[in-house]
């Protein structure tokens, strides 16, 4: 929901969750217009928190994700946010996201078996969203705007 209870509607039929997204979207605008995107990723990711929390979402910070062979955990990751149960948001400073960190989010997605991530990449002058998919998640109730 937008400022003012305006309520927007998205017209692509393939979004995976349009709604959570767009807020999540909203989200790191608003730390952007506050505070700008030349602060550490830590400040950054305070902001975010801050923001979230005041827009009522559920989240959880430092998410643990577990690397496994076989049942047996080899490693681990901390995901910067996981967002409704639903979203994995991951925050980066500059402009490009290189591969190595987009396969990095590629694992978190496959190993907690979820659809989508969103990473928010700060620059001093602007935010830069990237959406990626799981294209190896499969569960029907997932939920697309039609």
Known sequence: MAEGGKKYKVYKKDLIYPELSFEINGTLFDVFNLIGGSHPEKTI??????????????????????V?????????YFLDFLIESKIVL???RGRYLPKNVYNQVE???????????????????CV??????NHEFRNSEIRIVS
Not at 107 to 125: E, K, R, T
């Open 90 to 92: 991951e925050l980066k």
């Open 68 to 76: 496994k062979i076989e049942d047996k955990i080899i490693g681990k």
């Open 45 to 66: 990711q305070k902001a975010v928190a801050t923001i979230l929390q005041k827009k009522g979402l559920s989240f959880v910070e430092q998410h643990y994700v577990p």
């Open 128 to 133: 830069i969203i990237k959406r990626i998919i």
């Open 107 to 125: 694992q978190y997605l496959q190993s907690l078996n979820l659809p989508l991530a969103i990473v928010g990449c700060f620059a001093h002058d």
